[in-house]
């Protein structure tokens, strides 16, 4: 019986990229190959295992079952040359990771966090991924992200590395639009933490109130409060200087948790080094 080849890790690394973006055209802005060489490497890869890695098709790509499989051999493999390597040559740390965070805490802490973290690690490549808990859950479950900041509930839980406030705002500490009957909201999507919270509270006291604006985008809320047509529902720290805090007219709302999830039980060295600065970072920023 035949020798199978050894595997080579250009390849798995390239695969591992492509698996997480869920696109070929996406992978080579990240790796720096035209999308034709990164196809090729992907069918070399196949002919090595000698089963199908890739559903290809016309909205980007998405792991068989065998590809699946490969992933997690393929990141613990990586994870492990890079710790070696570290170790060996003495370089400092080095890999990748893929980082996600909703866009207000990627506002308020990012710049300070990773400005820290990659001036102690110049080799480690971050790649960022800026959606709401609600997409990045499921972006850690497919491994298309090792790590991530989510939003928790419980401001005390185990988990939590730093408590948020939920706050009102507007453009003005009392907005005109207070005195509708119903008053308008511009509000995270349904079944996000903000959304479900603005809701729960204005239904407790019994205000009447409409959705007039609903979006994932940070920007897309705060213009809208901007503009002085609806009350919006930030966290604390990312309500921008020209806009106000609003507390008379209104219920309270609940305070939240930040905390850090993993797409693998044991996550690289270069992951739980960003896991740790963060971990000891985030709480005193």
């Known amino acids: 019986m035949p020798k199978p080849p050894d595997l080579d890790l250009a390849l798995l690394r390239s695969f591992a990229i492509v698996a997480r973006t869920g696109s070929i055209s996406g992978a080579c802005l990240q790796i720096g190959r035209t999308q034709s060489a990164l196809s090729m490497q992907m069918h070399r890869l196949e002919s090595a295992i000698g089963q199908p890695l890739l559903h290809r098709s016309g909205s980007g790509v998405r792991l068989t079952t065998a590809g699946e499989k490969l992933l997690v051999h393929a990141e613990a493999l990586l994870a492990r040359h890079d710790e070696i390597l570290a170790d060996m040559v003495g370089t ?35 790649r960022m991924v800026c959606a709401p808990t609600l997409e990045l859950r499921p972006l850690l479950h497919r491994r298309q992200i090792e790590m991530a900041l989510v939003s928790v509930p419980d401001p005390a839980g ?128």
């Not at 890999?95 to 866009?103: H, Q, R, T």
């Not at 604006?213 to 409060?225: E, K, P, R």
């Open 92 to 126: 400092g740390l080095r890999g990748s990771v893929s980082f996600g965070c909703p866009e207000d805490y990627s506002a308020a802490f990012l710049p300070e966090l990773l400005r820290g973290f990659c001036a102690r690690h110049p080799e480690v490549e971050l």
């Open 158 to 285: 185990r988990e939590v590395i730093r408590p948020a406030e939920l706050v009102w705002v507007a453009n003005e500490p009392q907005p005109a639009v207070l005195r509708q009957a119903s008053l308008p909201l511009a509000l995270s999507a349904p079944l996000t933490l903000d959304y479900r919270a603005a809701c729960a509270a204005m239904e407790a006291v019994g205000r009447r109130y409409r959705v007039a604006f609903a979006s994932n985008s940070l920007a897309g809320l705060i213009a809208i409060a901007r503009s002085g047509h609806a009350i919006s529902v930030l966290t604390g720290m990312a309500v921008p200087a020209d806009l106000h805090v609003v507390t008379a007219g209104v219920p309270a709302l609940p305070r939240i948790g930040i905390a850090l999830e993993y797409a693998d039980p044991r996550p690289s060295l270069a992951v739980r080094a960003l896991g740790g600065h963060i971990g000891a970072v985030l709480p005193t920023l």
